[in-house]
């Protein structure tokens, strides 16, 4: 016979066990040029649509070095 459960709450398994002890492996201290924000921040778009002009600018000046373009 199984016995009654006390407080009514649902048994916790060892997966739930777990992911509530996991720690963000993306926050570790450890990581190299890791900035610190708060859970949930998110950059602009305008910094990729920037990071995109930026390097497509850079390939087209290193490009001109090539012998042969037009």
Aim: charge should be neutral.
């Amino acid at each position: 016979m199984m016995a009654a459960q006390m407080g009514g709450s649902a048994p916790q398994t060892g997966a739930q066990a777990v992911i509530a002890d996991a720690v963000d492996p993306a926050r570790r201290p450890d990581v190299l040029f890791r900035v610190r924000r708060d859970e949930g921040h998110q950059i602009s778009a305008w910094w990729m649509v920037g990071a995109f002009v930026g390097v497509s600018l850079a390939v087209i000046a290193l490009l001109s070095f090539v012998p042969g373009g037009i």
